[in-house]
């Protein structure tokens, strides 16, 4: 059974940074084919960043430059560097797969104060 789990989501004041992990087991991983996606309070879900299953990033504009996404395809982990946060940043954060299907985690409540 495939599962994804995040971590690393809290608390931070503007300007701080924050690394979520997602750790995925239950299937082959690799980087190329996740993605990150938040939703914030009253809003659709969104694209943060992906790494497409040619190996194109993308970044939404609204982080291009504060957040950078990376894996480790040993530890079977994607990540999401998070700086220079701002309130607007405030959201439950996901990771998605792409393998054979589209799995998403559970989200991780990422909460930035002004």
Same mark, same amino acid.
Request: proline share 2%.
């Given at each position: %059974?495939?599962? !994804? ?14 690394? !979520?992990?997602? !750790? ?7 980087? =190329? ?10 809003? @659709?879900?969104? !694209?943060? /960043? ?8 993308? #970044? /939404? ?6 957040? *950078? ?7 079977? *982990?994607? #990540?999401? %560097?998070? =700086?220079?946060?701002?309130? @607007?940043? *405030?959201?439950?954060? #996901?990771?998605?797969?792409? #393998? ?5 985690? %559970?989200?991780? %409540? ?5």
């Amino acid at each position: %059974q495939v599962q !994804l789990v995040e971590s690393g989501g809290g608390l931070v004041q503007a300007g701080g940074s924050l690394r !979520l992990s997602c !750790l995925v087991s239950g299937s082959t991983f690799s980087i =190329n084919g996740m993605g990150w996606y938040r939703q914030g309070p009253g809003n @659709e879900r969104e !694209l943060v /960043a992906r790494i497409s299953l040619g190996g194109t990033i993308t #970044y /939404a504009d609204s982080v291009k430059g504060r957040f *950078t996404i990376s894996g480790d395809n040993a530890k079977k *982990t994607m #990540y999401l %560097q998070m =700086n220079s946060l701002k309130p @607007e940043d *405030t959201a439950v954060y #996901y990771c998605r797969m792409l #393998y054979r299907g589209v799995y998403w985690g %559970q989200g991780t %409540q990422v909460t930035v104060s002004s």
